[in-house]
């Protein structure tokens, strides 16, 4: 039995609503920088957002995406390591819009991010307004170190699936498991079930 | 640069929970682009999801560290040696 | 090599906090007691762990202030956002108890076989195994010369200021402060970069040992202005503190 360190607790802990914070989750006011490797700098003259594995790939600058429709939005986010951020607001251009420009019958995506990260999500869960690539949170530009010029934002599941620093989709027949999948976390990920690893 | 990477130095006690003996001066090889180091200078990534021990030359991923339910799952894929 | 599963071992030990000293307005050096302490070596570390009373715990690394045999101590800075360095350099009172494993390390120590010139480079908080290190060379009445150089933002932020200044016998130390200097001072006021170290630096030709510790930032300018001095690589020892201020 560990020892109780008197007086020392969580930091930053906020209000927790019961209905909109999932199980096992508490509320902060901090936004944690979590990073499994070097903050990439690519530059916005180098940057795209390419969709492959449809019937053409397709693919946008940065002029090109910004171009494009956009949403604020403003959401609850849910990261595995436990803690919840309420009412966060982001801009970003709906996956719908980007996806409405590809055909294809894919049914699973892999995500893939400057750095070589990579996560998985089924397609129908980036789709239905529930999914946006993200270039603005809380009115600025999205600081690099939150996966700034633009990252996946997919509140419903757990927020290691937002993948930063994204650069494209790769639509897939399969499901195939990404960075944090590879290592065990959950193929899915959705906190009101309580999906952090394989097997949950 | 990250100042948030740490090194090897700071994972000492971890590898010495799952090894059994110290390994920081223990030396790694990168099976991606061949570059050898002491494991105390690798670079260090703790995102709390999990422990990501990178390659200074190549930033292949060498050792990942995650904890599941108690268990200390390890995957050292990226070593071609450790010794 | 494959992946693999480990059960963890128990091999954390209680430590109670025996005496608590303010070095400067953010760092503190906190004494403990663990039954059963075998000792360590100058530049080895503790991991500490911290229990909540829901149950959650946060682990963090600080190296050993103290020489080996003297009481067991930790150096510990205050983060202005961080999360357990504000509960042990203000909260924390004699009597009170965490966990620590250790001692860890077997690449950033130094006995007193592994000989110099030493030439030993602080970042901030970085100074705290380094001091362990020169401590340690005094006790075992180790004559190697031995060259400090400490980067801190004012004297007030010097860790350690008043045994530094008195010193120790073939010790020279250097600082270079890098946001406020007192009045007269002639000494470095700027980030180290190589021009200081190659002022600064034992030649390599007389085959010196470095030890670097800090800042992340910190400590890659200098080995990397080491090893362009002529420094072996393998002679420059590094220990990153990640994001740290008081550089």
Redesign the interface.
């Known amino acids: 039995m560990s020892p109780i360190s008197r007086g020392f607790h969580r930091r930053h802990e906020a209000q927790q609503p019961p209905d909109r914070v999932p199980p096992g989750q508490y509320v902060t006011t901090d936004f944690p920088v979590l990073s499994a490797g070097p903050t990439p700098h690519t530059p916005l003259t180098e940057w795209t957002f390419s969709i492959a594995g449809g019937r053409e790939p397709k693919l946008w600058t940065w002029e090109q995406f910004r171009s494009l429709p956009s949403e604020t939005v403003t959401v609850d986010i849910h990261c595995v390591t436990r803690w919840s951020k309420l009412d966060t607001t982001w801009e970003g251009v709906s996956l719908d819009v980007l996806l409405a420009a590809v055909e294809h019958d894919a049914r699973y995506v892999l995500a893939f991010s400057d750095g070589g990260y990579t996560t998985n999500l089924p397609l129908a869960d980036l789709t239905g307004g529930r999914a946006w690539v993200a270039f603005s949170y809380r009115g600025g530009a999205l600081p690099s170190e939150h996966g700034g010029p633009a990252r996946l934002l997919v509140p419903h599941l757990y927020f290691w699936k937002s993948a930063k620093w994204v650069r494209g989709l790769r639509l897939r027949d399969g499901d195939e498991p990404g960075f944090w999948e590879t290592y065990g976390y959950h193929m899915y990920g959705d906190p009101w079930r309580e999906q952090r690893y394989a097997g949950d | 640069?990250?100042?948030?990477?740490?090194?090897?130095?700071?994972i000492?006690?971890l590898l010495?929970?799952?090894f059994?003996a110290?390994?920081?001066?223990a030396t790694g090889t990168c099976a991606a682009c061949g570059s050898s180091a002491?494991?105390?200078?690798l670079?260090v990534?703790r995102?709390?999801?999990?422990t990501?021990v990178?390659c200074r030359t190549c930033?292949n991923?060498l050792m990942?560290f995650?904890?599941?339910?108690?268990?200390?799952?390890?995957?050292?894929?990226g070593?071609?040696r450790?010794d | 090599m494959a992946g693999t599963a480990v059960r963890g071992r128990l091999t954390w030990r209680t430590a109670t906090v025996e005496s608590l000293v303010d070095e400067t307005a953010r760092v503190r050096t906190i004494g403990l007691s663990v039954p059963g302490w075998a000792g360590h070596l100058a530049g080895q570390h503790l991991d500490i762990r911290l229990t909540a009373e829901d149950g959650y715990h946060a682990e963090r690394e600080y190296s050993i202030a103290s020489a080996p045999g003297e009481p067991l101590a930790i150096t510990v800075e205050r983060l202005d956002d961080g999360e357990v360095s504000p509960y042990l350099t203000e909260e924390l009172r004699p009597g009170d108890q965490f966990e620590l494993r250790g001692p860890v390390g077997g690449y950033f120590v130094w006995d007193d076989a592994d000989g110099g010139p030493l030439l030993l480079l602080a970042g901030g908080s970085g100074i705290a195994p380094l001091r362990c290190i020169l401590r340690r060379r005094a006790l075992a009445a180790n004559s190697v010369a031995a060259r400090l150089l400490y980067s801190a933002r004012s004297r007030d932020d010097v860790i350690y200021r008043a045994e530094l200044d008195r010193g120790w016998d073939g010790v020279e130390v250097i600082y270079t402060l890098t946001r406020r200097q007192p009045p007269g001072w002639t000494g470095y006021a700027r980030h180290l970069d190589r021009q200081m170290l190659a002022e600064v630096a034992w030649p390599a030709a007389d085959a010196p040992l470095a030890y670097v510790c800090g800042p992340t930032s910190f400590v890659e300018t200098v080995a990397a202005g080491l090893v362009s001095l002529g420094y072996p690589p393998g002679r420059v020892k590094t220990e990153r503190f990640g994001a740290t201020g008081g550089q």
């Open positions: 640069m990250d100042d948030s990477a740490v090194d090897g130095n700071a000492g006690g010495m929970e799952v059994g110290e390994m920081t001066a002491q494991v105390a200078e670079a990534y995102p709390r999801l999990g990501v990178r930033d991923v990942v995650v904890a599941i339910h108690d268990v200390t799952c390890v995957d050292l894929r070593l071609a450790l």
